[in-house]
C-alpha cells in the first residue's frame, strides 16, 4: 500500500502501478494519452540516484517549458543535473528530427480531391480581367504535380488544341488532370462552348490513357464545377 502523501514523482518509477508507468501507458494507448512530463520521462529513460526519470522530466519542464525546448542546445541540455552528454545529444536530436519533419510535411504538394479543393489552389485567377485556361496536373494520390498556364487572352477556350492540354500531363507523368478558367464577365454560368470543350478534352484524356477529372470555372464570387453539374 503506497503512502497517501507521498507524490507519484517521490517514488521509483518501478514502484508505480504498471498503469500509471509512463512507457507501459505508451505501450498500452499509444503516445497521445501521456502528459508533457510523461513523454520526456519516456525519451530521458531513466532518472538519478536522486530523482527519478518523472521528477527530471517535471524539473525539465517546469524550468524551459515544452515551447522552448526544441531550441536547446547540446550544451544548454547537459548544463541540468540528470541530463549528461548521451541524453542532452538524444534530445537534441530528437527535436532536429521533429523539425526537419514539420519541414519536409510543409513542402509536399497539396492534394486535391475536390472542386473546393481545386478553388483554394486557384482563387487568384478570379480577379484575372483577361480569360485564362489553366491544367492542374495530379500524380496517383491527387497530389499536384504542375499548375500550367495553357493560354491567356482567348476569347473561348475552344480555341485551345488538345495537344496543348495533354503535353504537360504527358511530361510530368501525370494520371490524371483538372481543367481551370475563369469568367472575367463574373458568370458562373458554364457557355455551351465551355461544355463542348469539356467533352472533346475529356475524350481526348480517354484516348491518352490520363483522363480530365473536372472543369472548374471561377469568378470573384466563387466557383463551379462542370462535374458536379452533370456536363462532364
Known amino acids: 500500500m503506497y503512502n497517501e502523501t507521498m507524490s507519484a514523482a517521490e ?21 497521445r494519452g501521456l502528459s ?10 531513466t532518472g538519478t540516484r536522486k530523482e527519478n526519470v518523472l521528477k527530471v522530466a517535471e524539473r525539465l519542464i517546469r524550468r524551459y517549458s515544452v515551447g ?20 542532452a545529444c538524444r534530445l537534441a536530436a530528437l527535436f532536429e528530427l521533429s523539425r526537419r519533419v514539420d519541414k519536409a510535411a510543409s513542402r509536399e504538394a497539396p492534394r486535391i480531391s475536390t472542386p473546393k479543393e481545386v478553388y483554394a489552389q486557384v482563387r487568384d485567377l478570379g480577379a484575372a480581367k483577361k480569360e485564362h485556361l489553366l491544367g492542374l496536373y495530379l500524380d496517383s494520390q491527387n497530389h499536384l504535380l504542375a499548375r500550367e ?52 478534352i475529356s475524350r481526348a484524356g480517354e484516348l491518352m490513357g ?10 470573384r464570387e466563387g466557383f463551379v464545377s462542370l462535374k458536379e453539374k452533370g456536363m462532364l
Open 210 to 219: 490520363i483522363p480530365l477529372y473536372d472543369h472548374i470555372i471561377v469568378t
Open 149 to 200: 498556364t495553357i493560354s491567356i487572352g482567348s476569347l473561348n477556350t475552344t480555341r485551345t488544341h488538345p495537344r496543348e492540354i495533354l503535353h504537360p500531363a504527358i511530361t510530368h507523368l501525370a494520371l490524371g488532370f483538372i481543367l481551370v478558367h475563369n469568367h472575367p464577365s463574373g458568370t458562373l454560368v458554364p457557355s455551351s462552348d465551355d461544355v463542348e470543350f469539356t467533352r472533346a
Open 11 to 31: 517514488l521509483c518509477v518501478s514502484d508505480l502501478p504498471r498503469g500509471v508507468r509512463p512507457r507501459e501507458k505508451m505501450m498500452r494507448g499509444g503516445p
Open 68 to 87: 522552448a525546448m526544441p531550441s536547446l542546445s547540446v550544451k544548454e541540455w547537459m548544463a541540468n543535473p540528470g541530463v549528461g552528454d548521451a541524453r
Open 36 to 45: 508533457h512530463v510523461e513523454l520526456l520521462a519516456v525519451i530521458l529513460g
